[in-house]
Each structure stands twice: as C-alpha cells, then as structure tokens.
C-alpha cells in the first residue's frame, strides 16, 4: 500500500529539518511553471527507465508529487518495487500544496 502524506506534515517535517527528499513525476512544462524547491523532475512515463536516478541520502522520506496526486501514486508505487522503503505520495499535489501551505506557487 502507497503512503499519502498530508501537506501540513511534509510541511511540519521540512520545517523541523527531516531529511526529505522531493521527487516531481510531472512533465516538464509543468514543472518549468511551478515547483517545489529542491525536487528532482523524473517524469512518470520515464521513471521506470530512470529509477536509479532517484538517490536519496540514507534515512530520507522519499515525497513523490504531482499536480493532483494521481500521477504521484504510480511514481510511489514505481519507487516502492525498485527498493526505495520509505516513501509517500503527496495527497492532493502541488495544487494542495499551493492551497493550504504557499499561495505563492501558482495554480493551474
């Protein structure tokens, strides 16, 4: 089973300074319009052929996100058969991310 991850606690635990790794499965225009800082972008049609990619430090919750958080449920589950443990998707995306934590990152 895939984790979700809330935005107010990604957001709790990027404050607290939890080592969390940010991976973006969203195509590339979307990115380029808006992002989270410090994500990696491997979009999800590419991430079964670029798993190793995804790098983690020791000990970091791997965060996959999209635009609504569909997309982002796949990447997980891509993530998780590859041998990444810990790993959540981010419920509702950046579009709820946008919403409760940062007006600032556009919606779209």
């Known amino acids: 089973m895939?984790?979700?991850i809330h935005p107010t606690d990604l957001?709790?635990?990027l404050d607290a300074g939890e080592s969390i790794y940010l991976v973006d499965v969203r195509n590339p225009d979307e990115y380029?319009?808006?992002r989270l800082a410090?994500?990696?972008l491997v979009p999800l049609p590419e991430l079964p052929g670029?798993?190793?990619e995804v790098q983690p430090p020791t000990g970091a919750m791997v965060v996959v996100y999209c635009h609504h958080g569909v997309r982002s449920m796949s990447g997980?589950?891509?993530l998780q058969r590859a041998g990444h443990e810990n790993v959540a998707s981010l419920a509702?995306?950046?579009d709820a991310w946008s919403l409760l934590?940062?007006?600032g990152i556009p919606r779209y």
């Open 76 to 78: 997980a589950a891509i």
């Open 92 to 94: 509702g995306g950046i």
């Open 38 to 40: 410090e994500s990696l």
């Open 11 to 13: 957001k709790r635990k």
């Open 50 to 52: 670029r798993v190793d």
């Open 2 to 4: 895939i984790q979700q």
């Open 32 to 34: 380029a319009y808006c």
């Open 101 to 103: 934590i940062d007006p």
